[in-house]
């Protein structure tokens, strides 16, 4: 199949789940033999040099990038506010983007045109008018069910009304695509329900996040000792809401019994007050050059979170690295765990502190999570396994046209 690739930020580099899932992909398409070409926009919040893009991805994608400026200004804010519109949505929308996407659908005939998250959706009316090509949408999340919940949990009744509009707005756009496109690939069996129940015409698969297993240590090397860290960009703010709350809340606890045990928080755009912090034996490490590398220095990972949709592409790598990891529900959704045998789930402060002691204090139980972990990971995680059943929907769409 011809396959274009439109994207919402860069594939490369591989520094936050985004970007992590889209890599897999595209290379899991090009490996089953498919033609791909991938559009990306190359946004001020995550600007990347063409130049810098690895041989492989350009050979064989010929990737472009258009630039687009998503610079937040008042005057938009308030525009959105007053006409309802999706203010997530229209900063995408540019004219050399629309005119980049018409050159190559007027030179190029594809089978697929697969939009890498709901943003890139607001370019359908040029699509359609271009192309007949089957449109699918892989979300990688339910966008305005993490808006929800960012609202529900927003504390200042000013800001709760504004994200309260931005959530309403978003829902409303997401909404209306669904029945514009011809296929959604979801990354969880939780999320394509929910897409069920919001549209009854559009064809949904599930599709998790893939893991190239054969990239990997067949049997990772965990540290003896017990070592905690987290690692996620903290510009999305569940990531930064889940950290505020494991120090202020979980980590007194947690340094009270265990005085000796350091904590390490890793990842890109550290706002000012972790960059400041200073609490004893927590480590801000920042962004780092190879994320495989930094997990093998650990033996445990803490995902605390609180909002968002899709899967935790952090924790699925972790899971593969075959770390003992503590999370919450909303943390491990997407991902077919069993509390107590794949990794540990915490309803609250005391749990979590309480999973954080067990771990450091039971080795035997770390081992074995990191294991359980590493095999679930194995059997529904595997990247060539996931592309089939792709390729298989895919197929049946095409028939359907």
């Avoid at 999706?86 to 697929?112: C, G, V, W």
């Avoid at 069910?145 to 978003?170: D, G, T």
């Amino acid at each position: 199949m011809k396959i274009l690739i439109l994207c919402n930020k860069s594939p490369w580099p591989k520094h936050e789940g985004g970007p992590i899932a889209m890599y897999a992909m595209i290379s899991g398409l090009l490996q089953a033999g498919h033609s791909v070409k991938v559009l990306a926009a190359n946004t001020n919040k995550y600007h990347v040099d063409p130049d810098t893009m690895p041989d492989d991805l350009i050979n064989n994608t010929q990737i472009e990038f258009v630039d687009i400026d998503l610079t937040l200004t008042y005057v938009g804010a308030i525009y959105h506010f007053i006409t309802a519109q999706s203010y997530h949505i229209t900063r995408f929308h540019t004219k050399p983007m629309a005119q980049k996407i018409t050159e190559i659908l007027r030179n190029n005939t594809f089978d697929i045109i697969q939009l890498e998250t709901l943003q890139m959706a607001t370019y359908l009316d040029v699509i359609r008018k271009y192309s007949k090509a089957a449109v699918v949408l892989r979300a990688h999340n339910i966008e305005h069910k993490i808006w929800q919940r960012v609202a529900e949990n927003c504390a200042n009744p000013f800001k709760r009304i504004y994200m309260n509009h931005l959530y309403k707005s978003l829902r409303r756009f997401e909404i209306s695509t669904l029945d514009k496109i011809d296929g959604i690939v979801a990354i969880t069996p939780v999320d394509a329900r929910n897409f069920d129940r919001l549209s009854h015409s559009t064809n949904i698969i599930s599709i998790p996040f893939g893991i190239n297993l054969d990239t990997l240590p067949e049997t990772p090397v965990q540290p003896e000792e017990p070592s905690l860290f987290h690692i996620g960009s903290m510009n999305w703010f569940p990531n930064e809401e889940g950290i505020r709350w494991l120090i202020n809340e979980v980590w007194p606890s947690v340094a009270q019994r265990l005085p000796d045990i350091e904590l390490h928080l890793a990842g890109r755009y550290m706002p000012e007050w972790l960059k400041n912090l200073s609490v004893p034996h927590i480590k801000v490490d920042g962004e780092v050059p190879d994320v495989w590398e930094y997990m093998q220095r650990f033996s445990i990972m803490v995902v605390p979170l609180f909002s968002g949709s899709g899967i935790r592409i952090k924790i699925v790598e972790g899971m593969a690295a075959g770390k003992a990891i503590v999370t919450t529900v909303i943390g491990a959704e997407g991902i077919n765990y069993e509390n107590g045998q794949h990794l540990l789930i915490a309803k609250d402060a005391k749990s979590f502190s309480d999973a954080i002691v067990r771990l450091c204090t039971e080795k035997t139980l770390r081992d074995n999570l990191g294991k359980n972990a590493r095999a679930l990971i194995a059997k529904e995680h595997d990247n060539t396994k996931l592309m089939q059943k792709l390729t298989a929907f895919y197929a049946e769409l095409l028939k359907q046209k």
